[in-house]
């Protein structure tokens, strides 16, 4: 039982912080402070020697903070989704643990903390462990608006629409969106199918005007037309923009 005089400690917070796709000049000012104020850095990876993505760029901006690396399984699959949740509870324990001692940490992530991260697999787990322990996240610029960026494209106009799938498991997805021609449609994780993703397109009539962007800002970055990609298969870090079908060219 409290005596009158035992202090409480106020929970910490848990911040999932958007680091953007990899150049590290895509990290927003609100995010540098949230990594500054931070009483401790976690950073996902796939094993403890290994740099994660997030990692290394966050190393680029502030080289002298000290940062800790969580292990998660990056297989596809429903193998993967399962070694995934078990990273993401071991995770959590880390996390709550230091966090019921009113710590502030942050968690950084590609991109976005609120789309396709595991910062999401996390949070859900320390809420289940923790509901008092506060959760917010500072937004990350994402791979497919650098796409766009750096393609020259103008993504959406007017009325169009904007589809965001997946082709890790099929590209049913793919061609589902295509069936809407005022939609722009963007893929992410195709790159190990991407010569499958090139033919659905060319069938769908949507192949010229495409872009894809791989490693952007990264090791062996690339920005090209779909249609001059010749491998079958890219890095995992590919994004796929397919424009809406306009009247005039795609080009600005
Ligand atoms: C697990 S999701 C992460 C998405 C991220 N949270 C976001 O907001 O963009 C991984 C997918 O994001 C895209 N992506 C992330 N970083 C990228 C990069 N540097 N270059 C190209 N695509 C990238 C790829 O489609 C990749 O398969």
Same mark, same amino acid.
């Given at each position: 039982?409290?005596?009158?005089?035992?202090?409480?400690?106020?929970?910490?917070?848990?911040?999932?912080?958007?680091?953007?796709?990899?150049?590290?000049?895509?990290?927003?000012?609100?995010?540098?402070?949230?990594?500054?104020?931070?009483?401790?850095?976690?950073?996902?990876?796939?094993?403890?020697?290994?740099?994660?993505?997030?990692?290394?760029?966050?190393?680029?901006?502030?080289?002298?903070?000290?940062?800790?690396?969580?292990?998660?399984?990056?297989?596809?699959?429903?193998?993967?989704?399962?070694?995934?949740?078990?990273?993401?509870?071991?995770?959590?324990?880390?996390?709550?643990?230091?966090?019921?001692?009113?710590?502030?940490?942050?968690?950084?992530?590609?991109?976005?903390?609120?789309?396709?991260?595991?910062?999401?697999?996390?949070?859900?787990?320390?809420?289940?462990?923790?509901?008092?322990?506060?959760?917010?996240?500072?937004?990350?610029?994402?791979?497919?608006?650098?796409?766009?960026?750096?393609?020259?494209?103008?993504?959406?106009?007017?009325?169009?629409?904007?589809?965001?799938?997946?082709?890790?498991?099929?590209?049913?997805?793919?061609?589902?969106?295509?069936? *809407?021609?005022?939609?722009?449609?963007?893929?992410?994780?195709?790159?190990?199918?991407?010569?499958?993703?090139?033919?659905?397109?060319?069938?769908?009539?949507?192949?010229?005007?495409?872009?894809?962007?791989?490693?952007?800002?990264?090791?062996?970055?690339?920005?090209?037309?779909?249609?001059?990609?010749?491998?079958?298969?890219?890095?995992?870090?590919?994004?796929?923009?397919?424009?809406?079908?306009?009247?005039?060219? *795609?080009?600005?």
């Amino acid at each position: 039982m409290n005596t009158p005089s035992a202090k409480q400690v106020e929970p910490g917070q848990l911040i999932g912080v958007g680091v953007g796709p990899g150049d590290p000049r895509n990290i927003t000012l609100k995010a540098l402070e949230a990594l500054r104020e931070a009483d401790l850095i976690f950073a996902p990876c796939s094993s403890p020697e290994s740099e994660g993505r997030a990692e290394g760029i966050v190393r680029q901006v502030l080289p002298d903070v000290e940062l800790s690396r969580l292990i998660f399984d990056m297989s596809p699959g429903e193998t993967g989704v399962q070694a995934r949740l078990r990273g993401a509870k071991a995770a959590a324990r880390t996390l709550v643990a230091l966090l019921l001692k009113g710590q502030t940490l942050a968690f950084v992530t590609l991109g976005d903390p609120n789309v396709f991260s595991t910062f999401s697999l996390v949070a859900k787990e320390v809420a289940t462990l923790a509901p008092e322990i506060r959760i917010k996240t500072v937004p990350g610029i994402m791979a497919f608006q650098e796409v766009a960026a750096m393609s020259g494209l103008n993504l959406l106009d007017e009325t169009e629409k904007l589809f965001l799938v997946t082709a890790v498991e099929g590209t049913e997805d793919v061609q589902e969106s295509l069936q *809407h021609p005022n939609a722009a449609v963007v893929i992410y994780k195709g790159g190990r199918q991407i010569a499958a993703i090139k033919q659905i397109l060319k069938e769908a009539g949507r192949l010229e005007g495409a872009v894809v962007g791989e490693l952007l800002g990264l090791e062996g970055e690339q920005i090209a037309l779909l249609e001059a990609i010749t491998e079958p298969k890219i890095s995992y870090l590919a994004t796929v923009i397919a424009p809406p079908l306009r009247k005039g060219s *795609h080009e600005r």
